[in-house]
């Protein structure tokens, strides 16, 4: 102890050094000044690192003492904290009651791999390999170019919550269409959309726009991605929209979709599509660049075999509980969301296509019984503007005795295999009811 008292100021004094290296180095260099807000938190700890080993040349022995002792608890506590939520948090411990079930029902194996090691043995075997990177990434950047999918032509894991990982060859734009879609002379449906449009997390043929495929026996384009909002589907459609499309299918997801447009509209490339008429990324002839700055985050991106060390589970926590504060005072954008639904219809009706709002309810309304407050609002600017509104909520989810069915394993997540294939039946039977 007393040798330990005799450092205890130079090693306070190293890790101020150390932090405020490692801090400024990944905030200014690695990612270019773009997440100083999230780096913000280290940087104080750091600046409290050096106060004490300033403070603690000054202190008596005793005191380092007892400030030995405290910082030993204090992380003994913090990574015995992180332990027990790794453990009840963990991939494994999650997937123990989906595990069962699944393989009691369908005599499957439930594959158990983290999504890490499914990359990592995909690529053993396959060159163009990736990870789903959602749009939401470069919401804070001050790059010259703003995504809206990802790498073109690869073999893209997304995610679990089916008992089998959601994976697909992505197009030559970056979505989950088969590539052929795109030299189709007529395009029956066109759909934008969230990650329930993205296909999160059934494999074709189950996802949304394979099933309208199937059932129209017609070609069918899907721009839909995970994390984006309703000025992401609405800039998707400027960029991606070609005369040979007959109908447009805009997806909005009542638990996420204002909020994601409340991000949206602070970024300074998509807010163009909402002043500029005239304004374009030229995203089709840039899928080069997308492909390197996609992959570039891949490689660059957090590792996850770290995560302990660096109490992922414990920040994660503090940080979620601050994420839904804001999200529930947040003013929402009904007044941007009305503005854009009024220019996608523009935009759908100069290109002599047909537009049609698709509602999809969360499993949230279902679990707690609650209506989304929401709801009324956005019917009513859609029914306003003239807009077909095809209710999955009132169309499919309420004529079932158990909506949470169409969840996986009645748990939170996406829709499962049923849940899709039957809200798909009913835009396709709906549609063609108005059709006729």
């Known amino acids: ?14 890790l101020f050094l150390l932090l405020f290296i490692y801090t400024f180095n990944r905030s200014e260099f690695y990612w270019d000044g773009i997440m100083r807000d999230y780096y913000l938190i280290y940087y104080i700890l750091s ?33 015995a904290f992180e332990g027990y939520l790794t453990y009840k948090n963990s991939y494994y411990q999650n997937i123990k009651k989906k595990k069962k079930i699944y393989e009691k029902t369908t005599g499957n194996k439930f594959d158990t791999r983290p999504r890490l090691k499914v990359f990592e043995d995909l690529k053993k075997i396959e060159k163009n390999v990736s990870v789903k990177v959602s749009p939401q990434n470069w919401l804070k950047n001050n790059l010259k170019i703003f995504p809206f ?38 395009i029956e449906y066109l759909l934008t959309g969230d990650s329930f449009v993205h296909g999160a997390n059934v494999n074709r043929p189950n996802d949304l726009s394979s099933v309208l495929r199937t059932l129209s026996n017609k070609s069918v384009l899907n721009l839909g991605y995970s994390g984006t909002g309703s000025l992401i589907h609405y800039a998707s459609l400027r960029e991606y929209l070609s005369p040979n499309v007959k109908k447009v299918l805009w997806f909005y997801f009542e638990d996420n979709d204002l909020v994601d447009l409340d991000n949206e509209i602070k970024n300074n490339i998509l807010i163009n599509y909402l002043n500029n008429p005239t304004f374009s990324q030229n995203l089709k ?29 414990t920040r994660s926590k503090f940080l979620k509980k601050k994420q839904k504060w ?43 019984k609650n209506n989304n407050i929401h709801y009324n609002s956005v019917k009513k600017i859609v029914d306003e503007l003239d807009i077909p509104f095809i209710d999955i909520h009132k169309g499919v989810f309420l004529k079932q005795k158990n909506p949470l069915k169409l969840f996986p394993f009645e748990m939170n997540g996406h829709y499962n295999v049923k849940g899709y294939q039957m809200t798909a039946k009913y835009i396709y039977d709906t549609i063609e009811a108005l059709d006729k």
Request: hydrophobic share 40%.
């Open 285 to 313: 002839l840039r899928q080069d660049e997308i492909n390197i700055l996609v992959g570039n985050l891949i490689s660059k991106g957090e590792h996850e075999r770290f995560k302990f060390l660096k109490l992922y589970e």
């Open 326 to 368: 804001k999200e529930i005072i947040q003013t929402s954008p009904e007044h941007e969301f009305k503005i854009i639904i009024k220019l996608a219809r523009d935009l759908v009706i100069q290109n002599n296509s047909e537009l049609y709002f698709i509602y999809l309810p969360g499993y949230e309304r279902y679990k707690t």
């Open 149 to 186: 999918s990802s790498v073109s032509n690869s073999t893209t894991v997304y995610g679990i919550e089916n008992g089998y990982y959601f994976i697909y060859k992505s197009d030559r734009f970056g979505f989950n269409n088969p590539d052929d879609e795109w030299d189709s002379e007529e």
């Open 1 to 14: 102890m007393e040798y330990l008292k005799k450092i205890f100021s130079s090693i306070l004094l190293l």
């Open 47 to 79: 600046s409290l690192l050096f106060f004490l080993s300033f403070v603690s040349f000054f202190i008596s022995s005793k005191n380092k003492e007892y400030l030995i002792i405290l910082g030993m608890c204090s992380v003994v506590s913090l990574y």
